[in-house]
């Protein structure tokens, strides 16, 4: 969570999407704000991006848990989410990385996963990658990675 913690500002990056109606990935500019909150016991994530022009904006609410060594994180957007929320749990890894993982549902068929992966470097860099994971819990698929750099100023 320090990692997290130390990467509060402005960033500005790419965000990818692998554009499930085209099956090719669009590239949009994208922000990023990290924000320390209820005294810095969580940090939100803001961020912005589009799709074939249109402005889609998305907030992820990350915690840790000490006695539980475990993350938590309440994911929404605008593109994939709409008017639902994803709650999500998870661990780090030794790079810093946070994996939180989530599910969500496709009527007819069965639930589907969804993993977010948090990348901090709080010096140059931050990646912020999804993942669909297939219900049988086997396959996984890139959404989207996002790239940022610490803005300046």
């Known amino acids: 969570m320090k990692l997290l913690l130390g990467?509060?500002?402005?960033?500005?990056?790419?965000?990818?999407?692998?554009d499930p109606e085209s099956g090719k990935p669009q590239s949009s500019s994208s922000a990023l704000v990290i924000t320390p909150v209820v005294g810095g016991r969580f940090v939100r994530l803001d961020y912005t991006w589009q799709y074939k022009?249109?402005?889609?904006?998305?907030?992820?609410?990350?915690?840790?848990?000490?006695?539980?060594?475990?993350?938590?994180g309440h994911w929404i957007d605008t593109w994939h989410?709409?008017?639902k929320v994803m709650a999500c749990s998870g661990r780090?890894?030794?790079?810093?990385?946070?994996?939180?993982?989530?599910a969500?549902?496709?009527?007819?068929g069965p639930d589907w996963g969804w993993r977010i992966e948090i990348t901090p470097d709080e010096q140059a860099s931050l990646q912020l990658i999804m993942f669909n994971i297939w219900p049988d819990g086997k396959r996984e698929e890139l959404a989207v990675e996002a790239k940022y750099r610490r803005a300046a100023g």
């Open 81 to 83: 989410m709409g008017d």
């Open 104 to 108: 969500y549902a496709a009527p007819p």
């Open 92 to 102: 780090n890894s030794p790079d810093g990385t946070i994996a939180l993982r989530g």
């Open 7 to 18: 990467s509060a500002g402005k960033w500005h990056g790419m965000n990818i999407l692998s």
């Open 53 to 72: 022009g249109t402005p889609q904006e998305g907030l992820l609410l990350v915690g840790f848990n000490r006695k539980a060594e475990e993350f938590s």
